[in-house]
């Protein structure tokens, strides 16, 4: 079946209403489970991979009962009163303990981080003392624990500090070294392949006869999956032939997700949902957006299959609303939710009402606060738009136009992705 018999009402029940948002995302994530496969690895490679399984505290974090900050290790008894004398008997440094007890009347020169002698249960920062040989004058008097910080209070030994599903990033890095765990085992990358489809594309670098393009979405593609960590196939241009076509899709099932751009219109060239229909199977091709409408999802075999549209900005905002939440279950974690605020534009933005629409803007700071600049030219070929913006403006299905001033729901590029 042709993409034109579908849009003529063909029989394969993918002719219906383009899909709300939010449904189609609802519908692609229910569909999506997460990779099987699994390594175990050291901390440093771990970066950036999907915890199998939980990991807990071998030890207690701090691992010794130790001074908050430098100054002298007491008996909170003994400085009941401001002017309190003390002699010293010795000190503690990180690393190198003092290996006595703190008896009544005596008080140990401490640093920060280091271990809290027996006999002391606090310590008194240096800049509240005074010294006169051995002895040493506490201008003020303390409490019990004061500037200490106790053995385990930030990881109890046997605490579970990561489950499954976590997404190790830099922090969790030191966290992991912090409770001893050298090694863990994390989940097998997701294997995602992706190709451009057409005639008119040629490689970037080769001469550009009349009617070409540069292939450009091969290359965001490749920007946006390298930042979510996955395993990367690039399969190149595909030509607008049904054979071409057929035989790139079975070479493709192989993998975890197949993504391809291009094809998934309604034109007399548009072969990509006629040949996932021979190899695979469609679950819908309409989503109630703009730009982006004409976005295929369905299956490979196994893997999970996207057809974005071929405008570059189309590609783009279908992967960030789309496809990037599902690539990240697929992962095995779990997608964060959307980022939105809302700030006033600083421009009047033009809109018609029935459908969602993102916009391309820039937050700036404004006299009043924070507002947003939609970018001058919205279609959806205008690839620079996504690269001088900073945000996605959201304009919901029944808004319209929007005058400058008002209030509209801004999604910033920089936002969180895993939860």
């Given at each position: 079946m042709t993409p034109s018999a579908l849009k003529a009402g063909g029989g394969c029940g993918h002719d219906g209403p383009a899909l709300p948002l939010e449904q189609a995302r609802g519908r692609i994530l229910e569909q999506v489970e997460a990779v099987t496969g699994r390594e175990r690895l050291g901390l440093r490679e771990a970066l950036g991979r999907i915890l199998a399984e939980p990991v807990s505290a071998a030890i207690d974090v701090p691992n010794h009962t130790n001074s908050a900050m430098d100054g002298y290790a007491v008996r909170a008894a003994d400085l009941a009163e401001p002017g309190a004398r003390l002699r010293e008997v010795g000190e503690s440094f990180a690393g190198h303990p003092f290996d006595g007890e703190v008896s009544p009347g005596e008080c140990v020169r401490i640093m920060t981080g280091a271990v809290l002698p027996a006999g002391a249960d606090s310590v008194v920062m240096q800049e509240r003392t005074e010294r006169n040989g051995d002895q040493v004058i506490f201008t003020e008097g303390c409490k019990t624990g004061a500037n200490v910080r106790a053995a385990g209070e930030d990881v109890a030994r046997g605490q579970k500090v990561f489950d499954v599903g976590r997404r190790i990033g830099s922090a969790d890095l030191g966290v992991l070294a912090s409770v001893g765990a050298a090694e863990v085992d994390v989940l097998a990358r997701a294997?995602?392949?992706?190709?451009?489809?057409?005639?008119?594309?040629?490689?970037?670098?080769?001469?550009?006869?009349?009617?070409?393009?540069?292939?450009?979405?091969?290359?965001?593609?490749?920007?946006?999956?390298?930042?979510?960590?996955?395993?990367?196939?690039?399969?190149?241009?595909?030509?607008?032939?049904p054979e071409a076509l057929d035989e790139a899709l079975r070479r493709a099932s192989r993998f975890d997700a197949v993504l391809t751009t291009g094809g998934v219109s309604v034109g007399a060239a548009d072969y990509v949902l006629e040949a996932l229909e021979k190899v695979g199977s469609v679950g819908f091709w309409q989503v109630a957006m703009k730009p982006g409408r004409p976005l295929a999802f369905g299956h490979l075999d196994k893997a999970i299959f996207f057809g974005l549209p071929g405008n570059p900005v189309s590609a783009m905002v279908t992967f960030i609303q789309l496809v990037r939440p599902a690539l990240v279950k697929l992962a095995g974690?779990?997608?964060?939710?959307?980022?939105?605020?809302?700030?006033?534009?600083?421009?009047?933005?033009?809109?018609?009402?029935?459908?969602?629409?993102?916009?391309?803007?820039?937050?700036?700071?404004?006299?009043?606060?924070?507002?947003?600049?939609?970018?001058?030219?919205q279609g959806s070929g205008v690839l620079r738009s996504m690269s001088e913006a900073n945000c996605l403006i959201n304009l919901a299905p029944d808004q319209g136009d929007v005058e400058a001033g008002e209030r509209v729901t801004v999604e910033p590029f920089a936002q969180p992705i895993w939860n």
């Open positions: 294997r995602v392949a992706f190709f451009s489809t057409g005639d008119e594309i040629v490689p970037v670098g080769d001469p550009l006869p009349a009617g070409k393009i540069h292939d450009s979405n091969r290359h965001t593609l490749f920007g946006l999956l390298s930042e979510l960590g996955v395993e990367i196939h690039d399969l190149g241009i595909v030509p607008d032939v974690a779990r997608p964060a939710a959307p980022l939105a605020f809302e700030v006033p534009t600083r421009n009047a933005i033009r809109k018609k009402a029935g459908r969602r629409e993102f916009q391309r803007g820039r937050l700036v700071s404004g006299e009043h606060g924070m507002m947003v600049e939609p970018f001058g030219h």
